[in-house]
């Protein structure tokens, strides 16, 4: 029996990147995965095929894949996620909390609008969708997961990027707050925080050989990480191999939480 059988998951930004191989993990190991996207529903029905794909190897009677359309920042589109997934399902077991955007600017030329949106996003995004999860598992009974995807920049400044550090310390807090005040209710909240993958978020570097190698230069295991590293560690903390694991921050960073300036003894 796969370790994630029968679960239902809605992962949020799931169409690309990260959450689209977090997708297809989950399907590998027997889930049912409901696939929030913003915009691209043509990335979206990739993802949802690859997912399909994944899981009729997994089950022998397949799973259920769907894609719910949403802005995690709006309150009604959040609502309204949750509503399709249960009016489908009836139940849900895991909520990840993917989406994220970035914006680059120093903080004294940067909007309030910009700052805004990545917060609207990352942060309050979580929130919402967290809330909901949150009161569903209340109002079923028995428990629920809820995960977080923050960063390395969850502790490490990012000069430049002031909202998406703030956002990513936020949720770090968020998601510890709400392991406590639910854990009693069987609800385990944790947070993956990944280092420096090549993903569309990070194109910037990602698709220009130069600036990846200056990237892997500054990690200890000298290179960015992939997204399957990440999605491994969700469909753990998912899994019931991670059952007494709540409040946590795991890093999957390639070692670049460990002052790599340290490297080398200064003397
Ligand atoms: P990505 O750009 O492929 O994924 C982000 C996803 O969020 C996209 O699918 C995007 O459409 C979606 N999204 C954006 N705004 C949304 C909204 N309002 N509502 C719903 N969905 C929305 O990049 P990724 O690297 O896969 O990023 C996934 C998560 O991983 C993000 O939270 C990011 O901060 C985090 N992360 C990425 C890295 C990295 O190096 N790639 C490192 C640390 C953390």
Redesign the pocket.
């Known amino acids: 029996m796969k370790r994630l059988e029968g679960k239902n998951v809605l992962i949020?930004?799931?169409?690309?990147?990260?959450?689209?191989?977090t997708a297809i993990r989950f399907a590998d190991e027997g889930a049912n995965v409901a696939i929030?996207?913003?915009?691209?529903e043509k990335?979206?029905e990739i993802t949802l095929g690859e997912a399909r794909q994944a899981c009729s190897l997994a089950r022998e009677k397949g799973c259920e894949g769907m894609l719910v359309q949403?802005?995690?920042?709006?309150e009604e589109?959040v609502r309204r996620i949750f509503r399709e997934v249960l009016d489908a399902w009836g139940r849900l077991d895991i909520l990840i909390?993917?989406?994220?955007?970035?914006t680059a600017s120093p903080t004294h030329e940067m909007t309030a609008d910009d700052y805004d949106r990545v917060l609207?996003?990352?942060l309050r995004?979580a929130f919402l969708c967290a809330r909901e999860a949150v009161r569903h598992f209340l109002d079923r009974g028995g428990g629920g997961i809820i995960l977080n995807?923050?960063?390395?920049?969850e502790i490490i400044p990012k000069p430049q990027y002031a909202p998406?550090a703030a956002?990513?310390a936020g949720l770090g807090s968020l998601g510890r707050t709400l392991a406590l005040e639910y854990a009693g209710e069987g609800i385990r909240v944790n947070t993956?925080?990944?280092?420096?993958?090549?993903?569309?978020?990070?194109k910037e570097w990602?698709e220009d050989p130069e600036k990846k190698a200056l990237v892997e230069e500054n990690i200890p295991m000298g290179r960015?990480?992939e997204?399957e590293e990440?999605a491994a560690v969700f469909a753990f903390l998912a899994s019931d191999e991670a059952a007494y694991i709540t409040g946590q921050t795991i890093y999957v960073?390639g070692g670049l939480t460990l002052y790599p300036g340290f490297r080398t003894p200064w003397s």
């Open positions: 949020t930004g799931g169409s690309t990147g990260i959450g689209r191989a929030n996207y913003h915009s691209g990335e979206a949403g802005d995690v920042s709006r589109d909390n993917n989406a994220g955007i970035q609207a996003v990352n995004g995807n923050t960063s390395v920049h998406y956002s990513k993956v925080a990944p280092g420096a993958i090549a993903t569309p978020i990070n990602a960015a990480g997204v990440i960073d």
